[in-house]
């Protein structure tokens, strides 16, 4: 199949090559022939112009030898000398008479009458084409001439029109020679500048080839092979390096995709197999109304938390897809953070522990802190952190909840006061289902919150980070981009309605 596409590549590359030769060559040949052709005519006239001014020179030299009565038969005389087989000449008078013909027209006339008188002494030629009856007067046969009248005024005063004539015959045989050739060599070099392009065509696309047959070795289980093309030029060493790049982001998709499947599977395996081993234990024998409710209790808790992981896994999936819900607007983030908290208060409440909050106002006109984004992922984000600090803090201490302003951006931090996060560990937190054991955890959870916190904060084109800060216990911290834009349009709606309302 591969190689069907490259030689369908070379034959179009060929075609398309000799097509536009073709048309170049073409246009090239008829600008190049008219231009012959017009020079050739342009000769061919001169040549006539030639004969004319010749054969004037014999009628000067006629006149001069004789007397005025006698002036007409010594011109007939000394021109009758002057015929030649190529061209043929009348010597008339202005009003038609003919004094001389040349000897290859015996007794016949090339045209009759004369092209009109003023113009001819204006311009003082005249050429035309003949053709038809006037030439088969000449020739018996068909063809074209060429005719120069040429109006001449002798030494003595005399005016007479020199008649030129001469066949296009040969002109005619020049230019058809002409076009043949060029018409030859046109074909010949089309011909071989195709066999010339397949032939380059072949060499320039076997470096492809070699890439294609690369990447055809290239499979699910082997996504960290590279491709290679020895002497590669700089544009097909940049389309390496790009396919390259591919290939190394969907490796570590691919292991990424693995990875999550695994772990995903491993989660999911426990509350299945807890709800699955209370189902035997029951039926082994009847059980009492108690045992019942504990098996009732068990199930309602695992089911909780099957939902759960699976919840989490279908927000993971969606945030790491890019997925934006048609819902972004303008968000105070104060308003973010106490919605988050009154999601959390009952988990807060059941594990006693308490929250500390502290919102910020910023500008003259004390504005809230405005984010751009989707409120429900932005309080799933904050949910996960809080809990996660809720599950390790001891019993009786507080969860600190800060937004801080900056110039750009704004800070929700969420400080407990747990065991903290070993300093090797600080980043592996946000990978997915990376639950880390630390001691005086309550509850572990299925290790994809955190994860699901930072999908959700570069969604909004913002990061989350965490640390250990010197008083015990960890601190997680969202940037996100400052809405400026809408809070300052904020502040001129406040300013209007205030101006109203004071009116």
């Known amino acids: 199949m591969g190689l069907r596409i490259f030689q369908s590549m070379r034959l179009r590359l060929a075609v398309y090559h000799v097509v536009v030769f073709a048309i170049v060559q ?51 005389r000394f021109a009758s000398g002057f015929s030649c087989a190529e061209f043929y000449h ?26 009109p008188l003023d113009e001819l002494k204006r311009k003082r030629e005249f050429l035309a084409t003949a053709e038809g009856d006037a030439v088969e007067a000449i ?62 065509a072949d060499r320039a696309m076997r470096p492809w080839r070699q890439i294609r047959e690369e990447a055809g070795k290239i499979a699910v289980g082997t996504l960290g092979q590279r491709i290679e093309v020895p002497d590669a030029d700089a544009e097909l060493s940049e389309v390496t390096d790009s396919l390259n790049e591919v290939l190394e982001r ?19 395996q426990t509350p299945v197999s807890v709800l699955l081993g209370e189902a035997q234990i029951l039926q082994r024998k009847e059980r009492t109304k108690e045992e019942y409710v504990d098996y009732l209790v068990t199930i309602e808790e695992e089911m909780r938390r099957l939902g759960g992981i699976i919840e989490g896994m279908l927000t993971l999936a969606k945030t790491r897809a890019g997925t934006r819900l048609l ?42 802190p405005c984010i751009r984004g989707d409120r429900r992922m932005l309080v799933v984000m904050l949910d996960n952190i809080i809990r996660n600090s809720i599950r390790v803090s001891p019993l009786g201490e507080k969860i600190e909840i800060s937004v801080v302003v900056f110039d750009d951006h704004i800070e929700i931090s969420v400080t407990d006061r747990g065991p903290g996060i070993p300093a090797a560990m600080l980043e592996e937190v946000f990978k997915d289902f990376k639950s880390i054991p630390v001691r005086g955890a309550k509850n572990g959870g299925a290790g994809i919150g955190l994860a699901i916190a930072r999908s959700v904060a570069e969604l909004h084109g913002g990061q989350i980070s965490a640390s250990n800060p010197s008083i015990g216990g960890a601190c997680f911290t969202v940037k996100l981009p400052l809405d400026h834009d809408s ?12 101006e109203t309302s004071d009116s």
Not at 59 to 73: G, L
Not at 150 to 166: E, F, K, N, R
Not at 343 to 354: G, K, M, Y
Not at 488 to 498: F, G, K
């Open 26 to 76: 073409t246009l090239f040949g008829f600008a190049f022939l008219s231009f012959r052709r017009s020079q050739a005519s342009e000769q061919f006239d001169e040549c006539l112009r030639g004969q004319a001014k010749a054969l004037a020179q014999v009628v000067n030299i006629a006149e001069n030898y004789t007397v005025v009565w006698a002036r007409d038969a010594a011109i007939s």
């Open 90 to 115: 009348h010597i008339r008078k202005p009003d038609g008479e003919i004094i001389e013909s040349s000897a290859n027209l015996a007794d016949r006339m090339m045209t009759k009458g004369l092209p």
């Open 139 to 200: 020739l018996g046969q068909g063809g074209r001439f060429r005719v120069l009248y040429w109006w001449h005024v002798t030494d003595g005063g005399q005016p007479l029109v020199i008649q030129i004539a001469m066949s296009l015959a040969s002109l005619d045989r020049a230019n058809e020679q002409l076009a043949a050739t060029f018409t030859s060599i046109s074909v010949i070099s089309l011909i071989a500048s195709g066999i010339a392009v397949w032939l380059i």
């Open 250 to 268: 969907m490796d570590r998709a691919f292991k990424a995709q693995n990875a999550f499947l695994t772990n995903a599977a491993h989660e999911l």
């Open 327 to 368: 819902l972004m607007s303008q968000l105070s983030a104060n308003d973010v953070v106490m919605e988050s908290m009154e999601n959390c208060q009952a988990l807060a409440t059941h594990h006693d522990v308490q929250f500390s909050a502290a919102l910020a106002l910023y500008g003259d006109d004390n504005r809230e």
């Open 487 to 498: 809070a300052e349009a904020d502040a001129a709606d406040s300013t209007a309605e205030t």
